[in-house]
């Protein structure tokens, strides 16, 4: 499952964001970016669960303008690999690709090979990454495999305790900059006048935002997390903000083996709909799932295949708003 994942631009410094998707075999991330003309180095980190870094990719031009890659174990570094090239330049631009591969990293700079790091943690340990330094980064993507629910599970994330609400590594959520609007962070109301879809990235939990203008039809809203091992439940609604209706309300409930579909007009809940072919969420496995405004009902796949469709209930789509809550981490909600 190729997956593609919208763009961040502009992040703040120092950067660092889940990766995207997930790690595997064949994942790419290109980060672009300035040197600034005061840099003595700069580094990009993939960090584990457990806060190891399984790949420091450090250019330094205080030490003989060289790359220094190394592993971080239990806070103890390895033995340094060092590379004599310098692809970089002070107040020069660069695109670093990394490729993960099953035995190694290979890094490309400016779209010249540049070096190949051999696994020394197995890389699917891996859960963010990080840039710090001085330098500024105008976009960073993550491009290829997606992780998906029969690959072998993640390794249990670095708090297990199954309602912890932020993973220990993630800033602060911010969004990509679209069409000169102010920021929008996680909690806080989207401006109803940006066209194209929002996108806010790590937001803190529980998660709620305004929607632009109304859920009309063929509008699409798409949920990027990970189940914790030990998740009791979520839920996600969309509601509308003045009735607080909920048109729909879609729970996973882990220990009753459901999916829970339903409505809530009025302050009373329907009755609720629970047939489904299998279970799409997996406590320990990443997600992705898309719910989309079909006219009639509202369509709902996860990792790309349809698990359910539900027939409005509620005449008029006036949903103006979305809410989040429950055993769940959030890498990014676009909307």
């Not at 064949?26 to 980060?31: D, S």
């Not at 790949?55 to 303008?65: E, I, S, T, V």
């Not at 000169?180 to 709620?208: E, L």
Request: glycine content about 8%.
């Amino acid at each position: 499952n190729m997956a593609s994942f919208p763009p961040i631009y502009n992040p703040s410094m120092p950067f660092q964001s889940a990766v995207l998707g997930g790690i595997c075999d064949g994942k790419k991330v290109t980060i672009q970016g300035l040197v600034h003309s005061h840099c003595t180095r700069f580094a990009v980190n993939f960090i584990c669960f457990n806060n190891d870094i399984a790949f420091h990719f450090n250019p330094r031009f205080d030490d003989g303008h060289v790359i220094v890659c190394n592993t971080m174990q239990s806070s103890k570094w390895g033995s340094e690999e060092r590379t004599k090239h310098m692809p970089f330049n002070k107040n020069g631009s660069f695109e670093i690709a990394i490729l993960v591969l099953g035995h190694a990293f290979q890094v490309s700079v400016n779209g010249q090979y540049i070096l190949e790091y051999r696994h020394r943690v197995s890389y699917q340990s891996i859960q963010s990454i990080q840039v710090n330094g001085d330098v500024s980064l105008s976009v960073v993507t993550f491009t290829g495999p997606s992780f998906q629910t029969h690959m072998s599970p993640f390794p249990p994330p670095y708090s297990a305790t199954p309602n912890y609400t932020q993973n220990p590594f993630m800033t602060p959520a911010y969004t990509a900059p679209l069409a000169s609007c102010p920021p929008v962070f996680a909690g806080s109301m989207a401006p109803k006048t940006q066209k194209g879809p929002m996108t806010i990235y790590n937001p803190t939990m529980p998660f709620q935002a305004a929607l632009q203008g109304t859920f009309t039809k063929n509008r699409k809203i798409i949920i990027v997390g990970n189940v914790p091992y030990g998740a009791d439940r979520f839920h996600v609604n969309l509601l509308n903000s003045g009735s607080r209706n909920i048109y729909l309300h879609v729970a996973p409930r882990f220990k009753e083996g459901a999916l829970v579909r339903n409505t809530q007009d009025r302050g009373t809940w329907g009755p609720e709909e629970r047939h489904m072919s299998y279970m799409p969420f997996v406590p320990g496995q990443q997600f992705q799932m898309e719910i989309r405004n079909e006219g009639g009902c509202f369509g709902v796949s996860v990792n790309s295949a349809k698990v359910f469709t539900y027939v409005h209930r509620l005449p008029g789509n006036q949903i103006d708003m979305m809410e989040v809550a429950g055993d769940v981490t959030l890498t990014y909600i676009q909307f």
